[in-house]
């Protein structure tokens, strides 16, 4: 792939299982975890494509998440899940190709980008990130012309994989990277990763 890509990072969850808290302003290692994400090498994909524009999708603490990338909400009323979120970045999306992660994986595979990216050579509207065992619906890239077919099934209230399905986005094997698909869900997960991160320095 020679296009430019956007960059949306997830990050309008309720995190109910956090105590409400807001994930990605969480510390991890001493810095947010929506930082981690950023750093991604994960979500640069191998030249010609090049990253243009990375967006944060949030429904709260936008000036937080504004000091670490330019932030946009959802423009759908009450919480419609995160295809809503997917919705608002393809609308702002520039590019043509919109890549997506959540905010609560720190460390995705390092080729998702350029596999996805490759992937999508093939042709069709989307490519979704399979880890061997489930599809992984939010590591995607879509066409942004997507954008009006996103914000309908949103309103609808769909959820993401079936939306996926009913576009014919096409799987790509992760299964090789499968632990880079772990998200950090609940206090507990944080502290584990934390230890991990002490043990490895």
């Given at each position: 792939m020679?296009?430019?890509?956007?960059?949306?990072?997830?990050?309008?969850?309720?995190?109910t299982?956090?105590g409400?808290r807001?994930?990605?302003?969480?510390?991890?290692?001493g810095r947010?975890l929506?930082?981690?994400?950023?750093?991604?090498?994960?979500?640069?994909?191998?030249?010609?494509a090049?990253?243009?524009?990375?967006?944060?999708v949030?429904?709260?603490?936008?000036?937080?998440?504004?000091?670490h990338?330019?932030t946009?909400s959802?423009t759908l009323?009450?919480?419609?899940?995160?295809?809503?979120?997917i919705a608002?970045?393809?609308?702002?999306?520039?590019?043509?190709?919109?890549?997506?992660?959540?905010?609560d994986?720190?460390?995705?595979?390092?080729?998702l980008?350029?596999?996805?990216?490759?992937?999508a050579t093939?042709?069709?509207?989307?490519?979704?990130?399979?880890?061997?065992?489930?599809?992984?619906p939010?590591?995607?890239?879509?066409a942004?012309?997507?954008a009006?077919?996103?914000?309908?099934?949103?309103?609808?209230?769909?959820?993401?994989?079936?939306?996926?399905?009913?576009?014919?986005?096409?799987?790509v094997?992760?299964?090789a990277?499968?632990?880079?698909?772990?998200?950090l869900?609940t206090?507990?997960?944080?502290?584990?990763f934390?230890?991990?991160?002490r043990?490895?320095?």
């Open positions: 020679t296009a430019a890509i956007t960059c949306a990072i997830l990050a309008g969850g309720a995190a299982r956090l409400g807001d994930k990605g302003l969480e510390l991890l290692g947010p929506v930082a981690w994400v950023l750093a991604a090498e994960g979500l640069r994909p191998a030249e010609p090049t990253l243009e524009r990375v967006l944060i949030a429904n709260r603490n936008l000036r937080a998440y504004g000091h990338a330019e946009i959802d009323p009450g919480h419609r899940g995160p295809l809503a979120g608002a970045a393809l609308a702002a999306c520039a590019s043509p190709w919109l890549l997506t992660v959540p905010v994986c720190p460390i995705p595979p390092v080729d980008a350029e596999r996805l990216c490759a992937a093939a042709g069709g509207p989307a490519v979704v990130a399979h880890d061997g065992e489930r599809r992984q939010l590591f995607a890239l879509y942004s012309g997507l009006g077919a996103a914000a309908v099934a949103a309103a609808q209230g769909l959820g993401v994989h079936a939306w996926q399905t009913a576009i014919g986005a096409r799987e094997d992760f299964s990277s499968r632990v880079h698909f772990g998200n869900n206090a507990e997960d944080f502290a584990a934390d230890e991990h991160l043990k490895r320095s």
